[in-house]
């Protein structure tokens, strides 16, 4: 038989180039960017494809618009260097003297450098396709690329249009506000620059300060017909269980496309990265193929390996939709992820080093020549003559009937509110107890059921029953590669349970073209605070540069709560969650702590009323007494507090009032008010829905959302003692209510860190929240003798000398 003469990848692009001559333009490579031979092979296999399908994107030939792309890309890490270290930038790339560099050079540069021809290849991609995906970059603080390629081409927000453009002066001045700490007058940052992903970053939708989430969230992202580039980081690979389940949730039925690329450069900011110990790519592609995904490994250097391997993947991803609505795709489906493999700051000064991540000169060029020779030296490699790099830009400008990425869809959800009309309980003395969690799994319902066109998730850890979501799983069913109950469970379900409640938070976070709820244990949702915290900045940024975000607002709910989880001791037993959210903007972030199921409900007609908030919602998944009607429970969301107009005793001539923050503490505190009343002790008692309505703003947008003055007031008016019953830690309310407190005298009493295997009134008691706890201290405020207002056996009982059930098993009618 006649032998079989093989030839090598090299030859096989050799003589490629040899018969195709813009081809053999292009693959000489430009500047630091050089292209290898299975890039080379890969990249007219693209061409060849697009051509039979007579794709031609915005309309510059292919391989102009990447001979254009190696220009644009040199120039981008070129300005991107020039960022970090220069006040200075010369188009005409002049070596710099030692007046031209910053005597504070700050940035993440290596990083930033290897993100350049990433976010290059993604411009390109879509200008070779004709289609605008949207992208999202976990690693924040590799920004300067973005902003980089983003003021060359032209893809820039207004904030940015208005200062920056392709001339000396507009570079210099984006260098100089690059880190410069500049304060404008009302304390906030005079540039619209930041070290991370801001409100200001064109086609952005995520800060990407806390690694690790990008990777949670991007499956969830686009709708149907969207397409998604997401770029992630080896480093941030190690930070969050979970990142690699995209393939579990991932369905052609209700997902758009996605095309993750982490960018293995090997190191973190002090050593290698834990993939590059175990193997690097090698082990990396094992290890995500057990994981359900189709591992492609390029070039991580060649912003044209980048064109290649979202086109690449998206053609994979596309036979698994086809497989899909043909009926023979099993899931989860082999969810395509790009290796893009490159040293850590390739293509400058100290690449592949630990150095490499921050100021990879290793000293400062403007005292050290040897440094500034380096830096000159690493630049020159990268500069773009400005005529050639004109006429390269202008290859992207075209946006041939595609929106520009700043504009993609993806970056820019805008869902109408949701009307929905709560099946109202009745309310009083007489009415049947209720569980605030059954009004909230009702609402949602409600509100899936008035939007039928909106993808629907339930970020749940665990416990949907048990937690009272059971017509919302039975409506939506856990999602599940393998269906075991049917009437739990659907390859397609809305669900997103896996006991991980950072996973399951992101899912509804990711969902903003939908409609989302993610339910938790209160004690757990902490592990939620940095997902949740990431997109509250990111919407008030938005808000504050004039574009508040239009998704429709998500409720975190926090139920098993602190005060009737004592069956699980003090693990589970911590208000932290709610504290922490205090801390955040209170117009974007909304504390509530719904007492029954009419207010619970009202919480949830206002949630899905709004756009662009996070509610953290605190629900009792226990029966509580129905205290407000319809007309009430508006009002209390409405103003944030309301009278409890059949408590408290000759209201008009009190000085005390008695302040509730949490289902519990209400009850305690009508046990509490029956008791005065009893006493002929005047008094108001008020139910506080969400407190920090009622805090100092620190913001315009806070004053704003306040009610202090239209609400506030009025409920206090004429009062001058406080006793807050408080869901929360005591300290906290204090702080947060100073308006209200603010020359009063006041006793605060909540959760104090006690607890164990105990039921709801031994949490009270344990704690010192009881209503004859809450009486004591009326005793001192109003300096009426403890005798007067309690019984000897529940002074001993709330002194700690006799049976505490005294006092922590009596009932209101008991009282």
Known sequence: MPSVKLISVDQEAEALRARDAEFAAWAEGCGAIRHRAETQLRVYDMRQALAARHVAGDGVPFFTMLKALDRVTNAAMWFVAHMTYAKHVHLDGRPLQAEDFKSNPQGHMGGSLNMVPAYAGYLAANALTGITRGWVMGQGHCVSAIDALNVLVGNMTPAHAERYGVSDAQLSRMAQDFYSYRLAPDGSPESPLGSHVNAHTAGAILEGGFLGFAELLYAHMPLPGERLTAFLSDGAFEEQRGGDWAPRWWRAQDCGMVTPILISNGRRIDQRTLAAQEGGPTWLSQHLKI????????????????VWAIWAMEERLQHCIDRAHAGTL???????????????????HGEGTNAAHGTPLGENPHSSPTAAAHFNAS?????????????????????????RERDNAIAHRDVAPVEIVPAWREAGPEAPAASAMQAIDDGFVAAVEAAPHLRARFGNPDES???????????????????????????????ITVLNEEAVVCAALGNKGGINIAVTYEAFAVKMQSALRQEIIFAAHAKAAGHPARWLSVPVVLTSHTWENGKNELSHQDTSMAEAMFGEPSDIARVMFPVDYNSAAAVMREVYRTRGRIFTVVAAKS???????????????????????????????????ITAIGACQLQEALKASRRLRQRDVPHRVVCLLEPARFRRGRTAAEETHSSWDHCGRGLYAATSAHVLLCHTRPETMVGLLQPML?????????????????DMQGMLFANGCT??????????????????????????????????AEVARKTLASI
């Open 742 to 758: 603010a020359g009063r005298t006041v006793a605060a009493l909540g959760y104090r860190g006690r607890g164990g295997t105990l």
């Open 465 to 495: 029953r048990s937690n009272h979501m059971v017509r919302t799983l039975e409506r939506l069913k856990h999602r599940v590669t393998d269906v075991e109950l049917a009437d739990e469970e659907a390859v397609d379900g809305g669900v």
């Open 330 to 348: 099993r899931y989860p489906a082999p969810l395509p992820y790009g290796i893009a493999v490159a040293p850590k700051g390739a293509g400058f």
């Open 623 to 657: 029966e509580m007494p129905s205290v407000f009607d319809a007309h009430d429970a508006r009002e209390l969301v409405a103003d944030g507090a309301i009278l409890v107009k059949h408590a408290g005793h000759r209201p008009g001539e009190a000085e005390l009032a």
């Open 291 to 306: 994981n359900g995904y189709d591992p492609v490994v390029f070039d991580g250097r060649d912003p044209a390996a980048f």
């Open 379 to 403: 630049a020159q490699r990268l500069w773009v003559p400005p005529a050639e790099l004109r006429a390269s830009i202008a290859c992207f400008g075209a946006h041939r009937g595609r929106a």
């Open 771 to 804: 209503w004859a706890h809450a009486v004591r201290e009326v005793s001192g405020l109003l300096h009426i003798d403890l005798a007067d207002l309690l019984s000897d056996d529940e002074i001993d009982a709330v002194g700690g000398i006799s049976n505490p």
